[in-house]
């Protein structure tokens, strides 16, 4: 099976910033593409930033330029950099990653578990 743990969420004020990471764990052959994506109370999820397994990165324009998304191959682990934080960034955030298991090499779509973000003074 294939499992995917995110982790470094929590309280932080207006202007200030966090890292989140996603780490895969499991039959891994491969990862592919890999995302993060957010839902706050009352809203649809939203794709916050993607990364293709070769570096190319996309994001909307409600956080282009201040989040970064990387990825660690080695360690099946990527990464959500968050800078000048605001209050509607307030949500839980989801790591979402397409993963080609063992032993069948099949390609399933994978979630995480969320993690809280809240931006408040």
């Known amino acids: 099976q294939v499992q995917l743990v995110e982790s470094g969420g929590g309280l932080v004020q207006p202007g200030g910033s966090l890292r989140l990471s996603c780490a895969a764990s499991?039959?891994?052959?491969?990862?592919?593409?890999m995302a993060w994506y957010r839902q706050a109370p009352g809203k649809e999820r939203e794709l916050v930033a993607g990364?293709?397994?070769?570096?190319?990165?996309n994001y909307p324009d409600s956080v282009k330029g201040r989040f970064t998304i990387s990825r660690d191959n080695a360690k099946n682990t990527v990464y959500l950099q968050m800078l000048s934080l605001k209050p509607e960034d307030t949500a839980v955030y989801y790591c979402?990653?397409?993963?080609?298991?063992?032993?069948?090499?099949?390609?399933?779509?994978?979630w995480g578990q969320g993690t809280q973000v809240t931006v408040s003074s």
């Open positions: 979402n990653a397409d993963i080609m298991r063992y032993p069948d090499y099949d390609i399933s779509n994978y």
């Open positions: 499991g039959t891994i052959f491969r990862i592919n593409a």
């Open positions: 990364i293709t397994s070769g570096g190319r990165s």
